[in-house]
């Protein structure tokens, strides 16, 4: 998706540890009219596709999610991060490790809300080593509910996250996947460039 690219090339700032910095318009401070955006492109790329719910994680997944969301006119549902085990049988649970913050905790999603019969899209704002969307898929799975892809703005396609999950059959659209980046120079490349 060319807008965002261009964006996150004017916008984006590169830090030590492969960390893209996007927090003036896509994880901090929002720009809607990009969301807007966002949605017609997730849209685009799973027409046809049979989807009533939209999956994501808190925190920064969710507002994402809910402007795409109006884009396939369905609900959005947001797995709850914690650090204390859910030990009552009304959720579906599991545990996502981080690399990036260096730390596991446990993902929750109400069974009230996911179930057989759902047809399920994620949406993300980024992908990295993929353990949050994993986490989101083994939920999906666990609930008995259909995966029919994901859904993220920006993958890091050097970290393995994206690839592994496509290798596993998942559906997964990136609408920008940076393929390398210089913290020296401040030049990002994505792939499918020339
Ligand atoms: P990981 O296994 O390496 O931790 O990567 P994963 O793909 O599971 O993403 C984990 C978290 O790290 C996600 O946020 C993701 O948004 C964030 N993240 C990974 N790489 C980058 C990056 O280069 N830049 C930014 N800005 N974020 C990145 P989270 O833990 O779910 O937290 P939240 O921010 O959504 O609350
Ligand atoms: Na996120
Ligand atoms: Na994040």
């Given amino acids: 998706m060319q807008l965002l690219k261009d964006r996150i090339r004017r916008d984006g700032k590169i830090k030590s540890g492969d960390v893209l910095k996007v927090d003036s318009f896509l994880n901090h401070q929002m720009d809607i009219k990009l969301f807007v955006e966002i949605g017609k492109e997730f849209k685009r790329r799973f027409a046809g596709c049979e989807i009533n719910k939209i999956l994501t994680i808190e925190a920064s997944g969710i507002g994402i999610a809910c402007i795409v969301a109006q884009y396939f006119d369905v609900p959005v549902v947001f797995a709850k991060k914690s650090k204390t085990k859910n030990i ?20 929750m999603v109400s069974k009230e809300f996911l179930g057989a019969g759902d047809k399920v899209l994620l949406i993300d704002d980024f992908l990295a080593n993929g353990k949050a969307l994993e986490g989101l898929a083994a939920i999906v799975k666990d609930s008995g509910a259909e995966l029919v892809g994901a859904g993220i703005v920006i993958e890091k396609g050097f970290q393995p996250g994206g690839d592994r999950l496509r290798a596993e059959g998942i559906k997964v659209e990136s609408l920008a996947i940076v393929e390398s980046m210089d913290e020296t120079t401040g030049t990002i490349c994505f792939r499918g460039d020339r």
């Fill in 88 to 107: 009552a049988g009304d959720v579906y649970t599991t545990q996502v490790e981080s690399f990036t913050h260096g730390r596991t905790y446990d993902v």
